[in-house]
């Protein structure tokens, strides 16, 4: 594995299905994040988490959750898809969390989702 | 609320130069990056800056002025290979990347 890498690489997914999508990192960041993106949005931060063991919400976690047991993974869910769910998703992690100089956020390819 | 703005789209020639504006209303400023994403691809790092001016790095430049909540990222010599979107974000106060919707450019042989 060389940086970040997201599973699966796109999915169909009936409404009302749960669904986890993967996201695992090589580079012993601290923090990762979750990040939708939507034609003609910005990235939109779902969930984040500035070092193992502990997670925030973002700007649009509703629907979503997320865990932290390691350093390694960071794993999204969808406990009930909604149509509106459908949307690429991002995992990116940084080196450092708040207080240092800045945390370039290193992504992953994403995974495109779309629920029907 | 907090507000990143940058144009939808521009074209430019192989060759010449081309300047993507950012504008952007936060609570808090702790550095303003620009990243690079080719269709279908994850985004990329370009640059970072903190203080006000110019940040050169090869055909890429970063400006910022902090008074104006305004940013630019100017690419030189371009080439067929900078099609991309350029998205603008800003670190605001609570360390967390603010997004704009990105520029998606057009290079025209």
């Known amino acids: 594995i060389a940086g970040i890498t997201q599973a699966p690489t796109s999915q169909i997914l009936a409404a009302g299905r749960r669904m986890t999508l993967r996201c695992t990192q090589d580079?012993?960041?601290?923090?990762m994040y979750w990040y939708r993106q939507d034609l003609g949005l910005g990235l939109r931060l779902i969930h984040y988490?500035?070092?193992?063991?502990?997670?925030g919400k973002g700007e649009v976690p509703d629907g979503y959750s997320v865990s932290r047991a390691n350093t390694d993974d960071f794993p999204l869910t969808l406990a009930s898809a909604v149509p509106s769910q459908t949307s690429v998703y991002f995992c990116a992690s940084s080196d450092s969390g708040p207080g240092l100089d800045y945390n370039e956020q290193f992504f992953g390819p994403g995974t495109r989702l779309t629920v029907l | 609320g907090q507000n990143i703005d940058q144009p939808t789209e521009m074209t430019a020639t192989e060759g010449a130069i081309v300047q993507i504006n950012c504008t952007y209303q936060t609570s808090g400023f702790n550095g303003l990056f620009w990243y690079q994403q080719h269709a279908g691809e994850a985004p990329t790092f370009l640059s970072y800056n903190v203080l006000d001016g110019l940040e050169e790095k090869g055909r890429f430049s970063s400006f910022l002025s902090r008074s104006k909540g305004y940013s630019y990222l100017l690419l030189k010599e371009l080439q067929m290979k900078d099609s991309a979107s350029y998205l603008c974000a800003v670190m605001d106060s609570n360390y967390q990347l603010i997004w704009g919707a990105g520029t998606k450019l057009i290079i025209k042989p």
């Open positions: 580079m012993r960041h601290n923090a």
């Open positions: 988490s500035n070092t193992a063991g502990t997670t």
